[in-house]
């Protein structure tokens, strides 16, 4: 069965501390993973992968991905209180074309302390 | 605002109660998916449209859940006879045949 594994559950740290955020997949005819950060509401787009070692980034945001060892991390630097929320990792796969259906983790709950 | 629209934000009904959501997506999308999520978990894919067309329906979309997307534009999520279980957000999300998907607010469903 298709499924995507986030660690940690949840992360505190300080403002201006670096965090990684790991997500690990098994599923069946890759296509992509994507990233979400998800405050209150609806997740929001961050990222998405589809080419290993190819790092994608977004002001103090970035992320790659190994389709080796089928996992990717997601890193924030120079924490700020704003990026405190649930970052969501997503990946997209299975046979009958591109649906871009896809399967979520359970995301991982960062808290920035000022 | 151009994003995707969902009506209402929260909707409080007594269990056995239909219910009926509606999404708008992005104009030019032509993809519309509903996922569900419940507290501590990450959104759960119900079902999906091409155009105006239903492509996937998921196991966990009881046949109490009913799902329309008339002439491709906005979409409609009908619960019937609800229960407690179906208590939770309810997301849309809409995309192009190629690209991320960009989700709505949700419309939180509380079932008493």
């Known amino acids: 069965e298709d499924k995507v594994v986030q660690s940690p559950l949840s992360l505190v740290v300080h403002e201006g501390d670096t965090v990684t955020l790991n997500c690990s997949y098994e599923?069946?005819?890759?296509?992509?993973l994507l990233w979400y950060k998800q405050e209150k509401k609806a997740p929001t787009f961050l990222f998405m992968l589809?080419?290993?070692?190819i790092e994608k980034k977004s002001g103090r945001l970035s992320s790659i991905l190994d389709k080796k060892e089928l996992f990717s991390i997601l890193n924030i630097t120079a924490t700020q209180t704003g990026d405190s929320a649930v970052y969501l990792c997503?990946?997209?796969?299975?046979?009958?074309?591109?649906?871009?259906?896809?399967?979520f983790g359970t995301g991982t709950l960062l808290a920035v302390q000022p | 605002d151009t994003g995707v629209s969902q009506d209402p934000r929260h909707k409080i009904t007594k269990r056995g109660q239909n219910v009926t959501f509606r999404c708008d997506p992005i104009?030019?999308?032509?993809?519309l998916y509903w996922y569900r999520q419940t507290l501590g978990q990450g959104p759960e894919f119900l079902t999906y449209?091409?155009?105006?067309?239903?492509?996937?329906k998921s196991r966990l979309l009881s046949d109490r859940f009913s799902a329309e997307r008339p002439k491709g534009s906005f979409s409609t999520l009908e619960i019937q006879r609800t229960e407690q279980g179906d208590s939770a957000m309810y997301l849309c999300?809409?995309?192009?045949?190629?690209?991320?998907?960009?989700f709505g607010n949700g419309t939180r469903l509380t079932v008493t």
């Open positions: 999300a809409s995309s192009l045949s190629w690209g991320p998907l960009h």
């Open positions: 599923v069946t005819n890759f296509r992509s």
């Open positions: 589809t080419s290993s070692g």
């Open positions: 997503a990946v997209e796969g299975g046979y009958g074309g591109a649906t871009n259906k896809l399967i």
């Open positions: 104009s030019e999308h032509n993809r």
């Open positions: 449209f091409q155009n105006e067309a239903q492509l996937e």
